[in-house]
């Protein structure tokens, strides 16, 4: 260590040459908020000069002209459950850096609530062996509720070993607000043992204001990526949160709060951006670039755009030592763009190279997590005899929290049927983890399907199978080819699978690439706008469905939950 310690000091000085050398950029210095002509020289991956570069250039160095070109500091994903792209990470952070995020900050919650602590620590390995600059949250809440069945229980000791490992940079996000509220001493020992060790703890709290907030705060949570209005996000800001602007496949809030914040004046520093959740068809699209392009169309200077997503992250997240600008000693991550307004991008450098790929290999006990029963079409029946008054789930285009409805419906035979003329379907979670095949049964609207059924076994966050149909028969066939896939996404109509997307890896990731999942998701959402449906992101909305910590109405396997009392409700009402 101190010999490579000295051999940087020595590039610095000039003593040991760079290897790369660019030379005629106009570099986005975030530090100092400055557009500079600066040349910029790199040794073993870090950045070792800047400005005046003559005295490191050798006769070995690689010397790249960009004159007339842009450079910004790699972009960085300040919050970001990678599994919700069906990717394993590798295809996932190889895919992100074509569009220049060569950072994230990631919470492997996903993983967690089917793996475990065996999860993390594969996911752990994974970075090792990867380019990006990647960081990771201990997950906080798994389960995120007693209200569900996870695969796995990270309890405060497991989260603790966890904060120690390399590559971990906090707590993830802390869900059960009401938990740290109410000084649970499960929650508080998990947050005292990130604070003690210097690492952030990650919040998560819609709808949360005032004095509620305030005992949040307290706890030691700095930031929080849910706020349902741009009023709650910005006392969250004045109280000293720092304020995930989230842009996701699911959630977005870019474009009716970044308006506002232009509009009144405010400060960015406590800012930056945040996917959340991206499925593989946005990411072929864009990634972190589309929030910085997004960000500069509603108004914000270039420069500001790319520190919110860059310095401002890693500022936060403690990690500005290693990443987030164009400065010495950090790693060269690098983008070399066409065009700064339009923030095009030409060529991504991730720590001083352009070209890396590798190949994990991953244990086979992470191809076996779908233990469910058969499931039969009465397992998913809601019985009444007389004309019922029924909760129904309402799922909102483009958000991951839900509305409630009340509606009636009329028996067959002893059996609430959907409705889907009236869009009422029948909607089932289905424990999956081989803990007792619990089933929680309802009814949810927004879908506008007329026939046919879908399921998958990506439901927020314990991952049960989630299933929505207008008839029992076809939501029982699907199930049961879930399990058959080892995990994955189905489409059935009239007694027949019309198709799917097997995800083994955890029942949440195919080993495939990018472009064959998105090929088959695409074929998906075709045959789910061929049954009616309305919704633009069908597959990420019914994954939030069964998510009993994002307001208002959700179904988990244990039953019917009311988000704001925490409590699981009758279907039919009472």
């Given at each position: ?182 000084a649970d001493p499960e929650k508080l020992e998990m947050i005292e043992e990130a604070l003690f060790l210097g690492k952030r703890a990650d919040g998560h709290c819609p709808g949360l204001v005032g004095s509620d907030l305030a005992g949040y705060l307290c706890a030691g949570i700095s930031s929080d990526h849910e706020s349902l209005t741009y009023e709650e996000a910005i006392e969250k800001a004045r109280m ?335």
């Amino acid at each position: 260590m101190t010999m490579a310690l000295q051999e940087r000091i020595f590039a610095g000085t000039g003593a040991i040459k760079a290897d790369l050398a660019l030379i005629g950029g106009t570099v986005a210095n975030v530090n100092t908020k400055e557009l500079r002509n600066d040349d910029i020289a790199i040794k073993d991956g870090i950045i070792v000069g800047i400005g005046d570069i003559s005295d490191k250039i050798g006769d070995d160095t690689n010397t790249i002209d960009i004159t007339g070109k842009f450079v910004s500091p790699g972009l960085i994903d300040g919050h970001v459950h990678f599994e919700s792209s069906m990717l394993t990470l590798t295809r996932f952070a190889m895919a992100a850096i074509k569009h220049g995020t060569t950072g994230m900050v990631i919470d492997p919650h996903e993983i967690a609530n089917v793996l475990g602590v065996k999860g993390v620590e594969l996911v752990l390995r994974e970075i090792e062996d990867l380019p990006s600059s990647i960081f990771v949250m201990i997950p906080s809440c798994v389960p995120s509720s007693d209200l569900e069945t996870s695969g796995a229980v990270l309890d405060a000791p497991t989260v603790a070993h966890l904060l120690y490992q390399d590559g971990v940079i906090g707590l993830g996000e802390v869900m059960d607000f009401p938990g740290v509220i109410g000084a649970d001493p499960e929650k508080l020992e998990m947050i005292e043992e990130a604070l003690f060790l210097g690492k952030r703890a990650d919040g998560h709290c819609p709808g949360l204001v005032g004095s509620d907030l305030a005992g949040y705060l307290c706890a030691g949570i700095s930031s929080d990526h849910e706020s349902l209005t741009y009023e709650e996000a910005i006392e969250k800001a004045r109280m000293g949160m720092a304020v995930l602007l989230r842009e996701g496949s699911a959630a977005k809030c870019l474009h009716e709060f970044i308006p506002r914040l232009v509009e009144e004046g405010v400060a960015l520093d406590n800012f930056f951006f945040v996917a959340d959740d991206r499925h593989p068809g946005d990411l072929i699209d864009g990634y972190m670039d589309t929030h910085v392009r997004t960000a500069i169309e509603l108004g914000i200077a270039p420069i500001d755009a790319i520190s919110m997503c860059t310095i401002n992250t890693a500022r936060h997240y403690r990690i500005d030592h290693l990443t987030g600008s164009i400065a010495i000693g950090r790693r060269a991550d690098i983008l070399i763009l066409d065009d700064l307004e339009k923030f095009a991008i030409d060529e991504v450098f991730v720590r001083g190279t352009t070209g890396v790929s590798p190949k994990p290999t991953y244990p086979a006990e992470v191809f076996d997590t779908v233990r469910s029963g058969r499931i039969h079409p009465e397992s998913l029946y809601i019985k009444s005899e007389t004309d019922a008054e029924v909760n129904v789930i309402l799922a909102i285009p483009d958000q991951i929290f839900t509305d409630w409805r009340v509606e009636r419906l009329h028996p067959e035979g002893g059996i609430l049927h959907p409705d889907p003329a009236r869009d009422i379907l029948s909607i089932a979670t289905i424990e999956r983890h081989g803990k007792g095949g619990s089933i929680g049964r309802g009814f949810v609207s927004g879908f506008g399907v007329k026939g046919g059924a879908f399921a998958q076994t990506i439901a927020h966050d314990s991952h049960n199978i989630i299933v929505v149909g207008t008839n029992f028969e076809d939501m029982a066939l699907c199930a049961n080819e879930i399990r058959r896939l080892r995990g994955g996404i189905v489409v059935a109509y009239d007694g027949e699978v019309m198709g799917s997307i097997a995800l083994p890896f955890a029942g949440l990731l195919s080993a495939s690439s990018i472009e064959s999942v998105n090929t088959k998701l695409s074929y998906l959402h075709a045959l789910m706008r061929e049954i009616g449906c309305v919704l633009p992101s069908p597959f990420m909305t019914l994954s939030f469905l069964a998510l009993p910590v994002i307001p208002r109405l959700k179904l988990t396997d244990m039953g019917l939950v009311d988000v704001e009392r925490h409590e699981i409700v009758d279907v039919v009402r009472v």
